[in-house]
């Protein structure tokens, strides 16, 4: 992982529907991880600061389907914007979001809640339109950008 994108493969964990629900929520090994990268830094920017509440939030948001969410990529671009690379469930694929800068500054006095609200109804609801995306190495990309 680094500030410029993904750089590893991080599908070894995979869901498994018997093996995971609200009550035990798909945690993947890269997710820990960045939980300790973004979460245990006390001097973190402003992007990581919402990194670390949106991995947080996936992980124990119990209002929608974040249970089975498996985190496998996330960072900070050097131009100030986040990026979380995930898939959902059962699916054999990729789904990134890009979060513009401009609006992680816009929600600077909640940015927790807006983590929140964007970990509930975009990443953990399965109803995303991917003709939206742009295919990028077979993951489709989304711009958070208002």
């Not at 964990?13 to 945690?27: C, G, K, L, V, Y």
Request: glycine fraction near 6%.
């Amino acid at each position: 992982m680094n500030q410029d994108g993904p750089t590893e493969n991080h599908w070894t964990d995979t869901f498994s529907e018997n093996e995971h629900s609200r009550a035990f929520p798909f945690i993947t090994q890269c997710h820990r991880e960045l939980q300790s990268r973004y979460c245990d830094d006390a001097n973190r920017d402003m992007p990581s600061r919402f990194l670390c509440y949106l991995l947080n939030e996936i992980r124990t948001n119990t209002l929608t389907e974040c249970w089975c969410v498996g985190v496998r990529d996330a960072g900070v671009l050097g131009d100030g914007s986040a990026w979380i690379k995930y898939s959902f469930g059962e699916l054999k694929f990729a789904i990134a979001l890009r979060i513009d800068a401009s609006v992680i500054k816009a929600h600077t006095d909640h940015l927790a809640r807006y983590a929140s609200e964007l970990a509930a109804f975009t990443i953990g609801e399965p109803g995303i339109n991917l003709a939206n995306s742009e295919i990028v190495d077979g993951t489709y990309w989304f711009r958070v950008d208002r």
